[in-house]
């Protein structure tokens, strides 16, 4: 069916009223679901969100995503962060959907000023350490693509390490170092998962391209919605720290920090966390690179990746080596 049918089919099945809908626009950013604002006749914005068809090629822990979605809104919620709130989710009306409220803002970008950037950094770390206060009932993505949760992070993390090294050995896109060669790497730095004794909540995409930016009455701006919670897991809070710093370093991110700390958050860089980091920075760099095949991303896309992603990988692979070498 067209968007405009679906979209009404969505908004009957969660009780609302099909024929208040006014407009159906299509969202750009993602690179998995389709993503649609439904405008209503009333003002009213919501997000619908379907995956794709079960024959699309992906990842092993891309399945059942928007189950994972859920898990994080309803979180998010009970943290008091800035986030979607649930409408409905299912497939009533035959369409495997999330319908969620719409976040006021748009996307963090290069508007933002040097002056504006210390206070909203502040905040979001602020945010993000309410969001870690929130515990799960294990570890591991709750999507229940790789198995149920685990009753500790090291079985958990190294069945996501597991799942895409598999993907990268049936994908073969062209990584750095032979992969074997990556997977003893990351092996060395397991037991330090061991410290990790508490499941948070985390995102692990909080890019900037998934932190909503508003100006109230046209003042300062303010975060508006932490969005796309797609890839959350339980596990550990050192872990969303490797996308809040996309192939930089959150240690130099002195603002965040300490917004991060104001809220409660614990973030001290001992050899163990600097494992930790290195492991969850490979981990996402792994499947950055990964998905270069199955996205099917054109010939500059892939470009970029590999001269950008890739020497990060080697970055924390490196550290790594470093980290667990012997006297």
Not at 185 to 208: C, G, I, K, R, Y
Not at 296 to 317: F, H, I, K, M, N
Request: aromatic residues 8%; negative net charge; charged residues 25%.
């Amino acid at each position: 069916m067209d968007s405009w049918e679906r979209g009404k089919r969505v908004l009957e099945s969660a009780g609302l009223a099909p024929g208040l809908l006014a407009g159906v626009r299509a969202l750009t950013g993602g690179t998995y679901n389709t993503v649609e604002e439904l405008l209503l006749a009333d003002g009213t914005r919501y997000i619908l969100k379907v995956p794709p068809p079960s024959t699309v090629p992906g990842l092993r822990h891309e399945r059942e995503l928007l189950v994972s979605e859920v898990e994080f809104y309803r979180a998010a919620t009970a943290a008091e962060v800035a986030a979607p709130r649930v409408v409905a989710v299912g497939e009533d009306g035959g369409v495997p959907h999330l319908l969620m409220t719409a976040c006021p803002g748009e996307p963090w970008d290069a508007s933002v000023t040097e002056g504006e950037k210390g206070p909203l950094r502040r905040e979001l770390g602020r945010q993000v350490a309410r969001l870690h206060t929130v515990t799960g009932p294990g570890y591991g993505y709750p999507s229940g693509a790789l198995g149920p949760l685990a009753p500790d992070w090291r079985t958990a993390f190294t069945t996501l390490v597991g799942a895409v090294l598999d993907d990268a050995r049936d994908y073969g896109p062209r990584l750095p170092r032979p992969l074997d060669r990556v997977a003893a790497t990351l092996a060395a730095a397991f037991p330090a998962l061991d410290d990790v004794t508490v499941p948070a909540l985390v995102h692990f995409d909080l890019w900037d391209g998934n932190i909503l930016l508003h100006r109230p009455d046209g003042g300062e701006p303010r975060i508006g919605g932490l969005i796309d919670g797609e890839r959350m897991f339980w596990g550990d809070p050192l872990a969303d720290f490797v996308s809040l710093a996309l192939l930089g370093d959150i240690r130099k991110d002195e603002a965040f920090l300490a917004g991060y700390r104001e809220a409660g958050g614990h973030a001290e860089f001992d050899d163990s966390a600097r494992l930790r980091l290195a492991l969850y920075r490979a981990y996402l760099d792994l499947i950055m690179i990964t998905e270069t095949i199955p996205r099917a991303y054109d010939a500059d896309r892939v470009r970029w990746v590999q001269e950008t992603v890739g020497p990060d990988l080697v970055a924390a692979l490196d550290e790594i080596a470093a980290l667990t070498a012997g006297p």
